[in-house]
Nanobody, 127 residues
Framework: VQLQASGGGLAQAGGSVRLSCAAS????????MGWFRQAPGKEREFVAC????????YYADSVKGRFTISRGNAKNTVTLQMNSLIPEDTAVYYC?????????????????????WGQGTQVTVSS
């Protein structure tokens, strides 16, 4: 399974950015996809996750109400719509996939729940 992240860039505080992650390879059995982020000097942290079967989602408290993870228009694509951005959202964002979807749902809030990782994409929010 390969993951290709896209989107990101520079935004002003209060603005929006959309990230996408496309999965290719053996995803016919379903998948769960998550987004993590890592700010300079900090550990990578969970942002949100999505289950292809049923569409369940889960968010970190820091982004709840501002970010939305959902199925993308293209096959096996998940998007992360980030609204009301704040400078603290500045980080490299990584998508990750649990394929096939075997992880315990609660483990998807940590890196151990994922088997595959995409390259990072930078999001910078200016004040």
């Amino acid at each position: 399974v390969q993951l290709q992240a896209s989107g990101g860039g520079l935004a002003q505080a209060g603005g929006s950015v959309r990230l996408s992650c496309a999965a290719s390879g053996r995803t016919f059995g379903g998948y769960r996809m998550g987004w993590f982020r890592q700010a300079p000097g900090k550990e990578r942290e969970f942002v949100a996750c999505f289950a292809s079967s049923g569409g369940s989602t889960y968010y970190a408290d820091s982004v709840k109400g501002r970010f939305t993870i959902s199925r993308g228009n293209a096959k096996n694509t998940v998007t992360l719509q980030m609204n009301s951005l704040i400078p603290e959202d500045t980080a490299v964002y990584y998508c990750a996939a649990d394929v096939p979807p075997l992880a315990i749902w609660s483990s998807l809030r940590s890196e151990i729940g994922y088997d595959y990782w995409g390259q990072g994409t930078q999001v910078t929010v200016s004040s």
